[in-house]
């Protein structure tokens, strides 16, 4: 317990911008990587910038240490996938394609992130549909979602989902 409160005081202050002392919590854990669960425990904190930022760690340590956070993955598809907060959702559609799923769990996974297509914010759009696609490389059936999205980016006035439909398409041309 004292180390998820450790954590909890190192991720918590400052605005919706900042990461408070997110580098610090990284580096205790990858020294003892067995306090990712103190991490994950923090995704259900009541301050949403400090489950936030959990949530960012978990997320960026799953790039390096699938199986540290394959454990604690069902945070991802919880009910923090419905928050209101795009700094969050935008952490969830980031980390989604990260791990293996069960069949069941997949059919959320294409949910969340087919909501997240259209959500408002452009970040959590843009993401979304980047995860889609990388799971679309595995799942044919996805791709004619993806590729509709994608036509819909390009055309759209926003310049980041512009040059992420380019860096997608390219990605898939490159699989092919």
Request: aromatic share 6%.
């Amino acid at each position: 317990m004292k180390a998820q409160g450790d954590f909890r005081a190192l991720l918590s202050g400052g605005d919706r911008r900042g990461i408070a002392r997110s580098a610090r919590v990284r580096a205790l854990i990858e020294k003892r990587p067995a306090r990712v669960k103190d991490l994950a425990a923090l995704t259900r904190a009541d301050d949403w910038l400090v489950a936030q930022r959990a949530l960012d760690l978990l997320e960026k340590l799953a790039h390096d240490h699938p199986d540290w956070i394959e454990p604690y993955k069902q945070v991802f598809i919880g009910p923090l996938a419905d928050s209101d907060k795009w700094e969050i959702r935008l952490q969830i559609v980031r980390a989604l394609p990260l791990f293996r799923w069960t069949a069941a769990e997949s059919r959320r996974i294409e949910r969340i992130l087919l909501e997240n297509v259209a959500f408002p914010q452009t970040f959590v759009r843009a993401w979304a549909l980047d995860s889609l696609a990388t799971l679309s490389e595995g799942k044919a059936k996805l791709l004619p979602i993806v590729l509709q999205h994608l036509e819909a980016f390009a055309q759209s006035s926003s310049k980041a989902l512009q040059a992420r439909a380019r860096a997608i398409r390219e990605r898939l041309a490159r699989g092919r």
